[in-house]
């Protein structure tokens, strides 16, 4: 009915019952115990368990593109992979968080383009909207400078492994760019 996932669901409840706004009882269900959040705002605890969600689905399919980029990759590629990952580090230092969430997904997009799978491509294609909205709610919810300042080494391992031809490592430095803010979600959705 609400055109979301049954964990999207789970983690909200999660969420709610943290801040104290439900209980559950085992064997019983969920109750409301109050109206309104005493702790957290739970509004952006919700926000964090969507955006978990797409962090856990955008894992799968950028893996794949790593490893297939580490094998495939041209020296076009691997120019327009340093080009954006420049334009990244460049918006993160000056705190341009609208050039920051483009320049992160312009180097994304050419990871996966280099993969040279056009179903993939265009899979991450029609994501895009999503990270992009993704990413702008991280922004506003989690401290910036510690979630997206974490992931630039694995940027940049990532890069570096499709330079080398290592698709081993390129799944490594994408878990670890990926993993790096789904726990920084988690942490905010979760005690």
Sequence with gaps: ML?????????AVHALVHVGLLESRQGAGTFVRALAATEHDWG?????AAVLEVYEVRQGLERQA?????????PADIERMEAALAR??????LGR???FIAADL???????AAAHND?????????LDVLRDALAALIDDIEPNGVMAGASDAHASLAAAIVTKDGAAAIVATDENLETTARALRSRITP
């Design 97 to 99: 968080n609208d050039a």
């Design 106 to 112: 312009e180097f994304h997009q050419s990871v996966v």
């Design 44 to 48: 952006m605890l919700l926000r964090s």
């Design 66 to 74: 790593a490893a297939l980029a580490a094998q495939r990759r041209t």
């Design 119 to 127: 179903l993939l491509d265009q899979m991450f294609a029609s994501f």
């Design 88 to 93: 990244r580090r460049k918006a993160r230092d």
């Design 3 to 11: 055109g979301v996932g049954r964990s999207t669901i789970r983690e």
